[in-house]
């Protein structure tokens, strides 16, 4: 069973006389930063000087705002809440001659520390803190004296108390209302690629698509097809994130229980499992990883033909016009 910390396990004074650096005011960085704030640590938010509109809006909200290498000059941890694919640039070019020896390096993803994008000296700590919830509904949380679960994970433990320091800042977001659950870069990273590529994203989105042709295909109005395959998942995975798969079994009419129970294991057969061992192997030799960063390197040629490709389909012409039939959905 995982180790879990709750507010009992951690000490917010370890942040006492420190200084946060938040990199980043977007979805995870004005949550972070302002929950940060108001249980009392000293936090200074790092942007990029261009970005004018993201410095007003952290000064509206009352955020000590520096330039990236100013705001890593003397702080005792330096949180990594800006895109992935950035990281590195600023790491190199910003923080990694400006930071101070015996500071934290802290991550909400692992992808760059596990696969050695970017390489700390020993001399820090590494750490990753990593709400499983969007930014506003983080801070919605705190506001109402609740919190989101997070992870946590040790890389580097220079100072010897990395693991005490994470969990003081869990608790300054309010994670720890809720419970932190210990993991590490390697697992957290791949398990969070594996859930995007074959299922949260990926997956959901090809079988959404191979629903909406294959009914068309057959003669059926793309309007109903619509409906069928896409608008109502929001129903089923309603009911399966407030309470399991089982709960989803429990609501729905006996005819799709049958129907699912039957059929679903034809689709996801021994076959598309071993396509999925397939992907996370990718993932784990560190293949995906790769790819990724030529891709970008090589300015994304196929992500950009690709997204091209999705917002052509016609499940998403349908959409745009089934939509305005919903005025709930805003």
Not at 106 to 135: C, L, R, S, W
Not at 167 to 187: D, Q
Not at 252 to 265: C, N
Not at 281 to 288: L, R, S
Request: net charge neutral.
């Amino acid at each position: 069973m995982a180790k879990v910390y709750y507010d009992k396990d951690a000490d917010l004074s370890w942040l006492d006389g420190k200084t946060v650096a938040v990199l980043g005011y977007g979805n995870q960085g004005h949550a972070q930063a302002q929950n940060l704030k108001d249980s009392g640590v000293k936090v200074v938010v790092g942007l990029p000087k261009w970005d004018k509109k993201t410095w007003k809006i952290a000064k509206k909200d009352k955020m000590t705002v520096k330039e990236i290498r100013q705001a890593v000059k003397n702080a005792d941890v330096i949180v990594f809440l800006i895109p992935d694919m950035v990281q590195p640039d600023v790491y190199n070019n910003d923080v990694k001659d400006n930071m101070k020896e015996g500071c934290m390096l802290m991550f909400a993803h692992g992808f760059n520390i596990h696969y050695n994008q970017i390489v700390p000296p020993e001399t820090v700590d590494v750490t990753m803190i990593a709400p499983k919830a969007p930014g506003p509904l983080v801070r919605r949380m705190y506001l109402e004296g609740k919190g989101v679960p997070a992870l946590v994970a040790v890389e580097q433990n220079y100072t010897g108390n990395a693991l005490e320091i994470a969990l003081a800042y869990a608790k300054g977001i309010g994670s720890t209302r809720a419970g932190v659950i210990e993991t590490t870069f390697k697992e957290e990273t791949e398990t969070d690629l594996f859930g995007e590529q074959v299922d949260l994203c990926g997956g959901v989105a090809e079988m959404v698509k191979a629903t909406f042709d294959i009914l068309v295909e057959a003669g059926y109005q793309p309007e109903v097809a619509y409906f069928e395959a896409l608008h109502e998942l929001k129903l089923i995975i309603d009911l399966i994130y407030e309470g399991g798969i089982y709960n989803m079994w429990r609501a729905v009419s006996e005819t799709a229980k049958y129907g699912g129970m039957t059929r679903g294991k034809r689709i996801y057969n021994e076959a598309v499992k071993e396509e999925m061992r397939k992907i996370l192997k990718e993932i784990q030799t560190g293949e995906f990883a790769r790819e990724w960063i030529l891709e970008n390197k090589a300015g994304r040629p196929v992500y950009t033909k690709l997204l091209k490709m999705e917002r052509e389909h016609p499940i998403e012409k349908v959409g745009r016009e089934l939509r305005k039939m919903m005025p709930w959905l805003g």
